[in-house]
């Protein structure tokens, strides 16, 4: 079983757009959730941590956590072509913990 | 300004010869380490080091040995290369989760 779960996509949406993206993870005891933004070629770059229930809004992004349900998703609102990218979902058991655990990646394309 | 510098961007060699990576940071922080990407896009923890000290090493071939001479530096050493190690490895570096990633080095076996 993966511990960290993603559909790989791709997810298509057209611009201007939510672009829902989601995952699921098997450690329930875990604490720490982040979401990292590849573009081809390029390095992950972190863009969302959340740490507790509910939503952590940041400017178009809002990361969504349900500790019980063990899934975290991120939507995109006003999805644009510049978001076209690999969205990674990370899990780690502890907070400020030294393992964290990536998930496959969500293509997500933006068309304009 | 760059936070995470790894060294060489692209790297491509012959199955069996042996080969480093660089890895500095300027962030300040007390944990980095390496992953492996392969062809899927899988990203894979392969070491995290925390002040130096090995902390987590993900069954890895022991042809693979990192060395964190201080806080800021990580490197990664190969031995005997194999076709299946073709890969970007990206080196990280943390405090409290949140990682940086270094841009890569595509490695390539041939």
């Known amino acids: 079983q993966k511990e960290v779960e993603q559909n790989s996509g791709p997810l298509s949406v057209p611009e201007g757009a939510i672009a829902s993206l989601n995952c699921t993870y098997s450690?329930?005891?875990?604490?720490?959730f982040f979401w990292y933004r590849q573009y081809s070629g390029k390095s992950p770059e972190l863009i969302m941590s959340?740490?507790?229930?509910g939503d952590k809004e940041d400017g178009r992004f809002t990361a969504q956590l349900n500790k019980a349900s063990q899934y975290v998703s991120l939507l995109i609102r006003d999805s644009q072509p510049s978001d076209s990218a690999t969205y990674l979902c990370?899990?780690?058991?502890?907070?400020?913990?030294?393992?964290?655990?990536f998930g496959a990646g969500t293509r997500l394309f933006v068309k304009a | 300004d760059t936070a995470v510098s790894q060294t060489p961007k692209y790297l491509v060699t012959q199955m069996g010869n042996d080969k480093s990576i660089k890895c500095e940071q300027n962030?300040?922080?007390?944990?980095m380490y390496w992953y492996k990407q392969d062809s899927k896009k899988f990203l894979k923890i392969m070491f995290s080091?925390?002040?130096?000290?090995?902390?987590i090493n993900e069954t890895v071939p022991n042809r693979f040995s990192p060395k964190s001479p201080d806080k800021a530096h990580l490197n990664l050493h190969i031995n005997s290369l194999e076709l299946g190690d073709s890969a970007v490895y990206f080196c990280?570096?943390?405090?409290?989760?949140?990682?940086?990633f270094g841009p890569g080095t595509r490695l390539t076996v041939l």
């Open positions: 450690d329930r005891g875990s604490q720490s």
């Open positions: 959340i740490y507790s229930n």
């Open positions: 962030l300040g922080h007390d944990t």
């Open positions: 990280a570096s943390s405090q409290g989760g949140e990682q940086f």
């Open positions: 990370a899990v780690n058991p502890y907070t400020g913990g030294f393992k964290t655990i």
């Open positions: 080091y925390n002040n130096k000290e090995l902390i």
